[in-house]
């Protein structure tokens, strides 16, 4: 999903985000309005817990990807 906006930080742009689909946002930050703990949000190729959480900073061209996290499998 785009969101055309311009936002400085990832909370802002998931705010983007929230307004056009508020299902979403129960779904991806807790009722503290922390990272649920099975998600993991990149900015580019970089995951936002190295870069400042949800206050991270996002440029214009950057994109913000959100991954359920993945785990278990057979050996």
């Known amino acids: 999903m785009e969101v055309d906006t311009s936002a400085e930080t990832v909370a802002q742009a998931l705010?983007?985000?929230?307004?056009m689909c508020p299902g979403l946002h129960d779904?991806?930050?807790t009722e503290q309005g922390e990272i649920r703990?099975?998600?993991n949000i990149?900015?580019?190729e970089d995951h936002i817990r190295d870069h400042g959480?949800?206050?991270a900073p996002v440029?214009?061209?950057e994109s913000?990807?959100?991954v359920p996290a993945v785990?278990?499998?057979a050996a």
């Open 37 to 39: 703990q099975h998600l």
């Open 27 to 29: 779904r991806v930050l």
């Open 59 to 61: 440029r214009e061209d």
């Open 15 to 19: 705010e983007q985000l929230w307004r």
């Open 53 to 55: 959480g949800l206050l």
């Open 71 to 73: 785990s278990g499998g």
């Open 42 to 44: 990149f900015i580019g």
């Open 64 to 66: 913000i990807t959100i």
